[in-house]
């Protein structure tokens, strides 16, 4: 019988092998694991043997997560890191060398937006293209490119990407499709069901929710062929292929640069991932509610989130996704400040964070990206009245009532 994910997910710790019969997976702190023979230690050292040895390159705790992440991605194997940035760079350092060419998506985290010029200076061409079309990634392709980089759906202006034609195309050119999921979490969205090569997870956000701890992953989906990736050293090709990727990310991206992720984050992440389902369906419900809501106000000029059916990609996030996700934004008419409209909110945050059980909002152009400029931001369809709003777990009506006493305060001001 196959259980649901959520299932699983519940009881992983418990069907594995958890010290004392603890029914969730202990904090462990050590920072190194001895044996009683030199052989044994060998052994587990060059990987001939499960175990560990040292803690940057992972311990149990973070090992469970990872387990649990795997069962959530329907992956092969996942390997965390400190941050999701963390995961990403390291995999891309880990997995590319200078002279390959790499095909983003425009639309972009605004950190993953800047480490692609970080990645351009270190010797990889970087092409940003509009990727909720496959044909403009296809037209970007050459033959030294690499690997294809895109977010499910994008911060925070939520364009969807073409998924599933960009995942045919990759696996037709034999190129390695990242995929970042943040934004749809393992409830609403597997990237695997595209062709995704790696998921990406940023797990400071909504599959912890609970804003108290950082982390990242990278798990593989055991669609690519790594046999026929160039640049794996023979040290890592044992065993079956599937497994070959991971093993140079988490030997090259986590152990030499170091980001591990701590025991302790990887612990309440854990916690997190546990209610997973319950926290997305009640955001999703929020956020379907709010968007519903700010789309009739004569103080906002445009809304998105792709669960409203004017939004570019409805039909195709409708496809995809079991539901439209925790984020949406909105702009607002000449005249009205998005300084005004945060300031207003009593409930709402002021804050960058996102994926929070509780809900928070930025005024985006001065902000999250400020850094890039006016010119990036609008090849990125950034107004300068956007308010990105991540959308938490607050009764509905709370927090429709908030907005409601700041568009009422904003209207009576003039
Ligand atoms: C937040 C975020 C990241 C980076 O994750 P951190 O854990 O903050 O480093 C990457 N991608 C997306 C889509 C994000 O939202």
Redesign the pocket.
């Known amino acids: 019988m196959t259980r649901d994910i959520g299932t699983q997910v519940l009881h992983a710790d418990r069907m594995g092998s958890v010290e004392h019969g603890a029914v969730l997976k202990p904090l462990h702190i050590a920072t190194a694991y001895g044996y009683s023979t030199a052989e044994e230690l060998t052994a587990v050292f060059r990987g001939e043997r499960p175990g560990h040895v040292y803690g940057r390159q992972g311990n149990p705790t973070t090992a469970a997560l990872e387990t649990k992440i795997s069962l959530m991605e329907d992956a092969v194997g996942t390997v965390c890191f400190a ?4 995961a ?1 760079c390291g995999a891309m350092m880990a997995l590319l060398k200078k002279g390959d060419h790499v095909v983003a998506s425009r639309f972009l ?1 605004g ?2 937006a800047s480490w692609m010029n970080t990645l351009a200076q270190v010797g990889c061409e970087v092409s940003l293209v509009d990727a909720t079309e496959v044909a403009n990634v296809q037209a970007a392709l050459r033959p030294d490119s690499r690997m294809v980089f895109v ?1 499910t759906v994008a ?1 925070p202006r939520t364009q969807v990407a073409d998924l599933q034609g960009i995942g045919k195309l990759c696996i037709g050119r034999g190129l390695l499709y990242v995929v ?1 999921s ?2 749809s979490t393992p409830h609403l969205f597997q990237p695997k069901s595209v062709g995704a090569s790696l998921v ?1 997870h ?4 909504s599959i912890c929710g609970h804003g108290n701890a ?3 992953s990278i798990s593989d989906t055991g669609l690519f062929d790594w046999n026929r990736y160039p640049h794996l050293l023979p040290a890592y090709r044992k065993g079956p292929p599937a497994g070959w990727g991971l093993v140079q990310i988490r030997k090259k991206g986590l152990r030499d640069m170091g980001a591990t992720l701590s025991a302790e984050h990887g612990h309440r992440i854990a916690a997190g991932a546990e209610t997973l389902a319950l926290r997305m369906d009640r955001a999703c419900g929020n956020a379907r509610a709010l968007a519903e809501w700010l789309q009739n106000q004569p103080l906002v000029t445009r809304v998105h989130y792709p669960g409203l059916a004017g939004h570019a990609q409805h039909a195709r996030a409708k496809t995809l996704f079991n539901d439209f996700g925790a984020l949406l934004s909105f702009e607002t008419v000449d005249g009205v400040d998005p300084f005004e409209v945060l300031n207003a909110l009593e409930l709402v945050i002021k804050s960058s964070h ?1 994926g929070d059980n509780r809900t928070s909002a930025l005024p985006v152009a001065r902000t999250i990206f400020w850094e890039m400029g006016a010119e990036r931001r609008a090849s990125m369809e950034i107004a300068d009245s956007l308010i990105r709003v991540s959308v938490g777990i607050e009764s509905s009506a709370d927090l429709l009532a908030d907005f409601e006493q700041a568009f009422g305060r904003l209207a009576r001001r003039g």
């Open positions: 941050t999701g940035m963390a990403i985290f950190n993953t977010e911060n970042d943040t934004m990406v940023s797990l400071s956000k950082l982390g990242g996102l």
